[in-house]
């Protein structure tokens, strides 16, 4: 499915390719990405096409899961009471003056996890919900996440053009 959005639509359909791919759906974008020495397009476009295009997919999870407190909340508060734990309070954990675990953790270490969530096959939309549930600022969120797309498409690109030269 994703090929063909690239085979008939180009750097549209690549983006829409990326997009699609680093959304919640768990479609395998990066081999789409050897397709690039088959096409009369730039590889450094390509590479900035296919970061955008997975920048704003994660986003979009991001947002979905900060506007969509209540029903994560009730599912994550159900998930606990079938283990037997204490519920979570979302409003206790992203207020201003708290001092919660969570919020505390992402406060150190979020920008680094987004990282590497962005750039190793971890499903990073957790990362996306995790973020976007406890409010972690968008803009931290949003350059980690771009950086670390940026890296692994550069990594996959690079090695692809490696292999392509060895095999011509």
Same mark, same amino acid.
């Given at each position: 499915?994703?090929?063909?959005?690239?085979?008939?639509?180009?750097?549209?359909?690549? *983006?829409?390719?990326?997009?699609?791919?680093?959304?919640?759906?768990?479609?395998? *974008?990066?081999?789409?990405?050897?397709?690039?020495?088959?096409?009369?397009?730039?590889?450094?476009?390509?590479?900035?096409?296919?970061?955008?295009?997975?920048?704003?997919?994660?986003?979009?999870?991001?947002? *979905?899961?900060?506007?969509?407190?209540?029903?994560?909340?009730?599912?994550?508060?159900? *998930?606990?009471?079938?283990?037997?734990?204490?519920?979570?309070?979302?409003?206790?954990?992203?207020?201003?003056n708290s001092n919660h675990w969570l919020k505390d953790w992402m406060e150190d270490w979020g920008f680094g996890a987004i990282f590497v969530g962005a750039f190793t096959p971890l499903p990073m939309f957790l990362f996306d919900i995790f973020a976007g549930y406890l409010d972690y600022p968008y803009w931290k969120f949003s350059i980690a996440c771009f950086l670390g797309k940026l890296a692994r498409y550069s990594s996959v690109l690079l090695g692809g053009t490696a292999l392509f030269i060895l095999i011509s």
């Open positions: 499915m994703l090929d063909w959005l690239i085979q008939q639509f180009g750097l549209l359909g690549l *983006f829409l390719a990326s997009f699609i791919a680093n959304t919640i759906l768990p479609i395998p *974008f990066e081999p789409l990405l050897f397709l690039v020495h088959a096409t009369k397009y730039n590889i450094w476009i390509w590479l900035l096409t296919a970061s955008v295009g997975a920048w704003l997919g994660e986003s979009t999870v991001y947002w *979905f899961a900060r506007g969509g407190r209540g029903p994560i909340t009730k599912a994550i508060n159900w *998930f606990l009471r079938k283990l037997g734990k204490k519920e979570i309070d979302v409003n206790e954990i992203v207020s201003k």
